[in-house]
């Protein structure tokens, strides 16, 4: 199981088989959703926006997590005008 709580804490220092085993777990859900990410970006990058926004934003969808089971979930985005 993938310690969320470890990888949104700002505070700690990510070992490379964390940072490995969250970037596959973010491809993974990416992936269902349809999403992408147009050219390279990082996984600390990725870390990053997670840990400052709590959340990935896609075009369609947000990436959450769900710190209690460890796994990220999927949810449509909704606009003002929808």
Excluded: H
Excluded at 13 to 41: D, Q, V
Excluded at 49 to 62: E, H
């Amino acid at each position: 199981m993938l310690e969320l709580k470890r990888i949104l804490d700002p505070s700690i220092s990510l070992t490379a088989f964390e940072k490995k085993k969250f970037r596959e777990e973010f491809n993974l859900a990416m992936y269902l959703c349809g999403e992408m990410i147009i050219g390279k970006m990082s996984t600390d990058k990725i870390i990053e926006r997670f840990r400052t926004q709590g959340y990935w934003a896609g075009i369609s969808f947000r990436i959450k997590p769900n710190v209690e089971d460890g796994t990220l979930y999927i949810e449509t985005r909704r606009f003002c005008n929808q």
